[in-house]
């Protein structure tokens, strides 16, 4: 299952996301660009674990890459 992280601004974010994952006992394939390939599909409760321990980091957690994406054309647009 894919997941995007929200707000990832260096590569210090990615050590936070990396370390809750892990304290959470998720395991990915892939990491990159806020974009993470879990190995597993995620139950309700596993995604509001996932929301609620990464919120404390001022990340946000999206599933769908077409609304991680707008959002992020709709930030550049304001400038």
Known sequence: MKIYIKNMVCKGTRYFVIQE????????????SGEIDLEKDLTQSEKIMIYQSLQKYGLELSFGKSSFLSK???SFQRF
């Open 21 to 32: 994952l892990e304290k959470l006992g998720f395991s990915y394939s892939t990491f990159d």
């Open 72 to 74: 992020i054309r709709n």
